[in-house]
């Protein structure tokens, strides 16, 4: 076209190298933090204590022992109250929807706890954990927790009366 400068195809592009690079911002905590959809996933697929040790985990990546030290302990005595209430529940009740309400009712706590400084940490360019390691804590979770009841049963005799 007429009056416009012709365009080289060849030319470096043209950006300023000697900028500082961009990284985490003042508002980003320095290490990793679980999303709350992440705690989630690990409350669904393992138990409501993995998301609490994800919970706990984000606490003290924002360098919040105490909370981390107290989530750690109100987590676990909520997880044995809640596995004492399934175990007593008479049969006919069934167990997978009361399971998924807690879990969605642990998400809710999650996210009213962590979800803005995570999404203050996301915006200011911190990282998110791995959904891996969400992964091997959920599975190491539910293995630990399969073991445990495994060891209830046989010890209260539940397994002779099937034989």
């Known amino acids: 076209m007429a009056g416009e400068p012709p365009i080289n195809p060849y030319a470096p592009p043209a950006s300023d ?10 508002d980003a905590f ?7 959809r992440q ?3 690990a409350a669904v697929f393992g138990s409501v204590f993995a998301g609490v040790i994800l919970l706990q985990a984000n606490y003290r990546a924002m360098a919040r022992r ?3 030290n107290r989530t750690l302990l109100l987590g676990a005595l909520a997880s044995v109250a809640f596995f004492a209430l ?5 049969e006919k009740v069934p167990t ?3 399971s998924i309400a807690a879990a969605l009712a642990f998400y809710k706590l ?7 400084a995570f999404s203050r940490h996301r915006a200011a360019q911190g990282e998110r954990q791995s959904n891996w390691l969400v992964f091997g ?3 190491g979770t539910a293995v630990v927790l399969l073991v445990s009841i495994f060891l209830l049963v046989f010890a209260s005799g539940g397994l002779n009366d099937a034989v």
Request: no cysteine; proline share 17%; hydrophobic share 45%.
């Open 66 to 68: 105490g909370d981390a």
């Open 30 to 36: 320095p290490k990793p933090l679980f999303s709350p």
């Open 39 to 41: 705690m989630l996933a």
């Open 17 to 26: 190298v000697d900028s500082v690079p961009a990284g985490p911002a003042e």
């Open 137 to 139: 804590i959920t599975l």
């Open 110 to 116: 999650a996210d009213t706890m962590q979800g803005a």
């Open 86 to 90: 399934m175990y007593f529940l008479p």
């Open 96 to 98: 997978t929807p009361i």
